[in-house]
């Protein structure tokens, strides 16, 4: 499973990298929104993982042209602040988990992901 984790927090998005990883997991870690869409477009991620409040295009930005770009690529919007509403605009794929998160609801967030591909 290739992921694409942005997070502008240097600290955070190290951390939270490193435990993402995994066997199965491939884990290109982003400062920004721009640097996670360059990405994509270099090659295609199956998960995005983006904080919402980013410098310069937001998390809801990066979702909106990646699921444009390759439809049905699952999304994982995450914040400190209450932003549910509106997500289902995006599409099935697309799911929220508020910050501060335990990486074991990241995990199983993840594994469901992973059964509603088929792996």
């Known amino acids: 499973m290739r992921i694409i984790f942005v997070e502008d927090n240097g600290y955070l998005r ?28 270099r090659r295609p991620a199956d998960v995005v993982i983006t904080d919402v409040s980013l410098p310069g295009m937001s998390g809801i930005d990066l979702a909106r042209r990646v699921i444009e770009r390759v439809p049905g690529t699952w999304v994982i919007v995450s914040s400190g602040y209450a932003f549910d509403r509106g997500l289902e605009s995006l599409g099935p794929t697309v ?21 509603a591909r088929g792996g």
């Open 14 to 41: 190290e951390t939270m990298a490193e435990m993402l990883e995994g066997s199965d997991r491939e884990i290109v870690a982003c400062e920004t929104a721009e640097e996670a869409l360059a990405q994509f477009e």
């Open 95 to 115: 799911r929220s988990l508020p910050k501060p998160f335990e990486i074991d609801a990241m995990d199983a967030l993840l594994d469901e992901i992973r059964r």
